[in-house]
């Protein structure tokens, strides 16, 4: 089937917002469904990420309402880039039939979102909860929708879960571990103090004066006390030998 400008300009955007919404669906799945990503993401920036959550939560939300819109409840449906608006135009029932099915999917979304992300209504308290499960059914469905207007349309098969750079919410994640086990390497145990792959050279003292010696090494498991004490020690040694040096 051929489009107009018109249509053309619609399923460029819906396509583009669908990808979107599956991007952000992807991240939300790879950061926030396994407790041992939560328990990475409570260690490093607890309250943080908990804002990221509800933003990438609340915005996945509002994607999946604005494109499933009934174009009725508008006051120009023709100004409305929704999957409804453009069924309309291209009058195809089987496209119109597909959005019929699936409509009981996106209704506890778009009534969330109506009453509580759009709003802040008393009622939204009685809604039906909206989780992990309900975001991917209707996430599939958007996808499902959009794959029969391609074949309408003769438009090609998008790779909607490919063109929003997936991984990254993995590869942060990756980054986080690291830097929990290199924190939990330093700071295991409370009185520990985990020093550098290099030994360190501890200086040492004597009537001939200050020498460096490689093969005396510092005790790995000295309280942090005594590594302080140490350390003290040896600035004092270090300190003495130059303020009793004979001048040149």
Not at 68 to 77: A, G, Y
Not at 106 to 112: G, N, V
Not at 121 to 150: S, Y
Request: glycine share 4%.
């Amino acid at each position: 089937m051929r489009m107009d400008d018109e249509t053309r300009e619609i399923y460029d955007f819906l396509w583009r917002e669908v990808a979107f919404v599956k991007g952000q669906s992807i991240i939300l799945e790879q950061m926030f469904s396994e407790n041992e990503s939560i328990d990475v993401l409570n260690k490093t920036a607890r309250t943080a990420f908990k804002i990221i959550f509800e933003s990438l939560r609340d915005s996945t939300i509002m994607g999946v309402s604005r494109l499933t819109d009934d174009h009725r409840h508008t006051r120009d449906n023709q100004n409305y880039y929704t999957l409804k608006n453009l069924a309309n135009r291209l009058c195809n029932d089987d496209i119109t039939k597909t959005i019929e099915e699936t409509e009981s999917v996106f209704c506890p979304i778009r009534a969330l979102r109506d009453q509580q992300k759009a709003h802040s209504d008393k009622a939204a308290q009685t809604l039906t909860p909206v989780f992990k499960r309900e975001i991917e059914a209707a996430v599939l469905a958007l996808i499902n929708i959009m794959r029969v207007v391609e074949r309408v349309l003769g438009e090609p098969a998008m790779p909607y879960g490919r063109m929003m750079m997936p991984g990254d919410g993995a590869g942060l994640l990756e980054v986080l571990k690291h830097e929990v086990d290199a924190r939990n390497h330093r700071l295991e145990g409370a009185n520990c103090w985990y020093y550098p792959s290099e030994d360190l050279i501890s200086a040492q003292y004597d009537q001939t004066g200050l020498r460096l010696d490689p093969t005396k090494k510092l005790d790995r498991s000295m309280s942090r006390p005594e590594v302080l004490n140490k350390a003290w020690e040896l600035l004092g040694a270090v300190s003495e030998h130059f303020e009793n040096k004979p001048k040149s």
